[in-house]
């Protein structure tokens, strides 16, 4: 069993704002596995897929980038799943545009949606990947930042980093050792 999580906002507003990488990354893991968001359920909508005959749930929380940790909670609970096989992909400023990093746990750093997920469940002991927004170039707060749109100019940047970190957090699901899919994605 695992639970893929991508964090994001969901109004329609937000869909291609720097801070639903998270949405848009489970959206092409859902593509990839070939499986639709069907269902609402746990403050989030959810899909279902079968990897190796363990059942995997894609998740898109509704509540919100800073009150992500309320679905994931109640996801964790509903499936009688652990934190270790939790997998949140997320946006960070801290990372390079397109670059995507994996972790096998750690804090939230500023990112308020992990923060969220951590004061619920009580621990960072969860793998997370993080799909990298920062642009150099760009001198904004950063509120202000991860809630305006990707240039058209990155855009096909940001679908590839969504769609390696689609395919990294499959590779988890699969088995494949957090060390292996570090060593295959992170970059």
Not at 1 to 19: A, D, R, S
């Amino acid at each position: 069993m695992y639970i893929i999580v991508g964090l994001g906002n969901p109004e329609q507003q937000y869909f291609k704002t720097f801070h639903n990488m998270g949405w848009l990354s489970v959206g092409d893991a859902a593509n990839i596995l070939g499986v639709k968001f069907k269902k609402k359920e746990c403050e989030a909508q959810t899909a279902e897929a079968h990897i190796n005959g363990e059942k995997v749930i894609l998740a898109q929380p509704l509540t919100y980038m800073n009150n992500s940790g309320r679905a994931v909670k109640q996801l964790l609970a509903k499936y009688k799943a652990t934190p270790s096989e939790l997998i949140v992909i997320y946006d960070d400023y801290d990372i390079p545009k397109g670059k995507i990093r994996i972790r096998p746990e750690g804090s939230a750093g500023t990112h308020n949606g992990m923060r969220s997920i951590i004061a619920e469940i009580g621990t960072q002991k969860f793998a997370r990947i993080r799909v990298g927004i920062r642009d150099e170039e760009v001198n904004v707060p950063i509120i202000n930042y991860v809630l305006s749109n990707v240039k058209a100019e990155d855009y096909d940047l940001f679908i590839g980093a969504c769609n390696r970190a689609a395919q990294a957090a499959i590779s988890f699901a699969k088995g494949m050792a957090i060390e292996q899919v570090m060593t295959a994605f992170n970059g």
